[in-house]
């Protein structure tokens, strides 16, 4: 004969409490990858930015070393712009919504003088 589970009983409680915090879970964890594509993105425009001020005293396009120094996925989020001897690059991370990618676009700055 089986055994019947008295009333009240917590059997399986804790996978309802693991199905019920999974999407604040998923949340965190996409707040984190996002936040650190935010980094990665700083880090690329800086690199960028770098190149393209090397370029620029070098008598070379600052505009094409700075695209250059950048991986393939960031070819439509970047803009590049050279005033004077100073190379700014603006990036977006890559993320799957739009609008916070906008919200977190890095900016990142180098500058240079022309070789005597």
Not at 27 to 36: E, I, M, V
Not at 64 to 80: C, H, N, Q
Not at 95 to 102: E, K, L, T, V, Y
Request: aromatic share 2%; charged share 15%.
């Amino acid at each position: 004969m089986a055994k019947s589970l008295p009333q009240g009983s917590e059997r399986g409680q804790a996978t309802v409490e693991l199905i019920a915090a999974l999407p604040a879970l998923l949340l965190a964890a996409l707040l984190a990858l996002q936040l650190l594509a935010a980094g990665y993105a700083l880090t690329l425009a800086d690199g960028a930015a770098e190149a393209g001020a090397l370029a620029l005293a070098s008598g070379s396009s600052a505009e094409e070393a700075a695209r250059g120094a950048l991986p393939g996925w960031a070819e439509r989020d970047v803009s590049v712009t050279v005033h004077g001897g100073e190379v700014s690059v603006r990036l977006r991370p890559p993320s799957p919504f739009r609008a916070i990618a906008d919200r977190l676009e890095v900016t990142s700055s180098a500058s240079a003088r022309p070789a005597p």
